[in-house]
């Protein structure tokens, strides 16, 4: 298989994590931690390329990298959602916002990048059957990770957060809707 981008592990990567333990913390909301929790999970979108052989030397490459980005998300979750809900600083609801679209942007992009490897996946069915299996999966980790997020943002920007959940929704949608095509 041709070299691509550890994008297109988003779906993949974080998906098989397992939602039941993700519980909010009983302890007060630190936006740094959950900026710089959702920060690494972006940056980890953007890997550089790697080569990965074909068949089943090459699922299990692509589910090495999902587990590093699924413990990732399950780190920003962790660091985002707690019970209370936070009064944050505006410096700070600038920063959750500005990670949060980047996170937004690296994953549609991630998204967009399976979808256009999809053929390549298509000649390698446990790849493909891998990423099937898990977009849905993924959808409600992020879903969740999107709603501690909104819990914790003041009013006014909450249309903000609430538009990249929508963006990220409508490309998880889009992909999961081509790779359930077979």
Same mark, same amino acid.
């Given at each position: 298989m041709r070299a691509f981008s550890a !994008?297109?592990?988003? #779906? #993949? #990567?974080?998906l098989s994590g397992d939602a039941a333990n993700l519980n909010k913390r009983d302890? @007060?909301?630190? @936006?740094?931690?959950c900026i710089g929790d959702i920060n690494t999970l972006s940056q980890q979108l953007i890997v550089d390329a790697f080569e990965t052989s074909v068949g089943f030397e090459g699922v299990m490459e692509i589910h090495n990298e999902e587990q590093v980005l699924e413990h990732l998300l399950q780190q920003s979750y962790?660091? &985002? &959602?707690?019970? !209370? @809900?936070a009064n944050i600083?505006?410096?700070d609801e600038a920063a959750t916002i500005d990670a949060v679209g980047n996170y937004a942007s690296h994953a549609t992009a991630a998204l967009f990048a399976m979808e256009i490897k999809k053929p390549d996946f298509d000649v390698t069915p446990p790849a493909n059957e891998h990423f099937r299996g898990h977009l849905v999966d993924l959808t409600g980790m992020i879903n969740d990770l999107f709603s501690c997020v909104a819990f914790n943002t003041p009013e006014k920007s909450l249309p903000i957060i609430k538009e990249y959940n929508s963006t990220v929704a409508d490309a998880f949608a889009k992909a999961s809707t081509l790779y359930a095509e077979d």
């Open positions: !994008t297109l592990f988003i #779906a #993949a #990567a974080s302890v @007060p909301y630190n @936006p740094q931690m962790r660091g &985002c &959602c707690v019970d !209370t @809900p600083k505006e410096e």
